[in-house]
């Protein structure tokens, strides 16, 4: 009698552990220029707490903006607030990553191909980044406080997997451009959210 308590007790609480697993759900979509449809690949979605900073979701490696091709890449990357960004140089020339932005200004100096610098990102905000080097070369932080974030990829499209169930603000960030829409997260599934941008944005 005693070991069938056991076992209904055990599977009890393996269903609440199940269960509370299944709390969240994702949210996809495509981003687009408004009127004309054409795909928007350069664009940042998050979802956040209105005055809740969600600052748990520390990703376990550090963030990485290669230096390749003289070009930044990602040239948008969106990380949560305490996150270290690495910036290795795997070009044949050599790079000096520096910025001026107020959430923060960092100077990494000038190094070599092959190898690699890091910062650290831990006020909120948007971060410029250029190469001392080469003018041409710009590229965007956005230093996030949460960490259900995506870019949308060449065909526009965007998910953020795994958001706790909950009511967020949606912020989709386009070449500096930012709008705001409420959204629902249910307890589970997928939520399809086709965002446009107006153009020249
Ligand atoms: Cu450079």
């Keep these: 009698m005693k070991k069938r308590w056991v076992s209904i007790c055990l599977g009890l609480w393996l ?3 199940w269960s509370n697993g299944l709390q969240a759900a994702t949210i996809t979509g495509r981003v687009v220029e ?40 990602p040239s948008l990357l969106p990380i949560l607030v305490g996150a270290t960004v690495e910036f290795p140089n795997e070009d044949t020339v050599y790079h000096h990553i520096y910025s ?14 092959g190898e690699s610098r890091s910062a650290l990102f831990d006020k909120t905000g948007v971060v410029k980044v250029f190469c001392n080097i080469h003018d041409f070369m710009t590229a965007t932080i956005l230093v996030l406080s949460s960490p259900y974030f995506a870019t949308t990829n060449e065909k526009g499209n965007y998910t953020i997997a795994d958001i706790p169930a909950g009511t967020y603000r949606l912020q989709l960030w386009h070449a500096g451009g930012v709008q705001t829409k409420e959204v629902e997260i249910p307890a589970s599934g997928t939520v399809h959210l086709d965002l446009d941008v107006s153009a020249g944005k």
């Excluded at 990703?59 to 390749?68: D, G, R, W």
């Excluded at 932005?101 to 990494?108: E, V």
Aim: some cysteine.
């Design 15 to 17: 269903l609440c552990i």
């Design 34 to 73: 408004a009127g004309k449809g054409s795909v928007i690949d350069d664009a940042a979605i998050w979802v956040e707490k209105m005055g809740e900073p969600m600052t748990s979701g520390l990703p376990t490696k550090p963030a990485q903006m290669k230096q390749k091709n003289l070009s930044f890449s």
């Design 100 to 113: 001026f932005s107020k959430p923060k200004r960092f100077d990494l100096g000038l190094y070599k191909p």
